[in-house]
């Protein structure tokens, strides 16, 4: 799904996939759980 939006709109091209990389690295300081990490992962890579 990203990768369609990217091809749409290459001027955010990337940009999904670093605001994932940010909240995963934000999740795991906060210590969360595996499976809650995993969720914030797959939304970041939809915004």
């Given at each position: 799904m990203t990768r369609?939006?990217?091809t749409r709109d290459p001027y955010t091209a990337g940009h999904q996939e670093r605001v994932a990389r940010?909240?995963?690295?934000?999740?795991e300081e906060m210590g969360l759980?595996?499976?809650q990490i995993?969720?914030?992962?797959?939304?970041?890579?939809?915004t």
């Open positions: 369609t939006i990217e940010l909240a995963v690295a934000m999740a759980e595996k499976d995993e969720g914030i992962h797959m939304a970041g890579r939809m």
